[in-house]
C-alpha cells in the first residue's frame, strides 16, 4: 500500500533572517501508517543538509515533523491523487505569493 507523506523542514540560519520552512511531499510504500510514519522519518533524517551560502553564512536544513500522512486509493499512473488537504484562504494567498529575491 501507498502513502503520501508530508513532511516539514526547517532552515536554521546563523543571521536573523525571516523563518523558512519547506514541505516535502514523498511517496512511501508501507503495510500501514504507522509504518509509513517511521520509514518517512528515516528518509527525513537522512535528508537534512548544512551548507555554505555565497554571502558565507551557514544554514542547516532540519527536519521538524511529519506533518500529514494520506493513504493512496488509487491505482499509481496519470491522474492518481496522491495527497489532498482543505486549505483556508489565507495559506492560498500565502501559496500564491512568491517569494521576494
Excluded at 502513502?3 to 523542514?9: E, K, N
Excluded at 501508517?33 to 551557514?58: D, F, L, M, P, W
Amino acid at each position: 500500500m501507498y502513502f503520501s507523506v508530508s513532511l516539514l523542514y526547517e532552515a536554521v540560519r546563523e543571521n536573523n533572517d525571516a523563518p523558512l520552512w519547506e514541505e516535502r511531499i514523498i511517496l512511501i510504500n508501507a503495510i500501514d501508517e504507522v509504518e509509513a510514519e517511521g520509514k518517512a522519518k528515516q528518509y527525513a533524517h537522512k535528508e537534512e543538509i548544512s551548507y555554505e551560502t555565497g554571502n558565507g553564512s551557514r544554514v542547516k536544513w532540519v527536519f521538524r515533523q511529519v506533518e500529514r500522512i494520506y493513504m493512496i486509493d488509487d491505482e499509481l499512473g496519470d491522474g492518481a491523487e496522491v495527497f489532498s488537504r482543505f486549505l483556508r484562504d489565507s495559506e492560498v494567498k500565502s501559496m500564491l505569493t512568491p517569494f521576494d529575491e
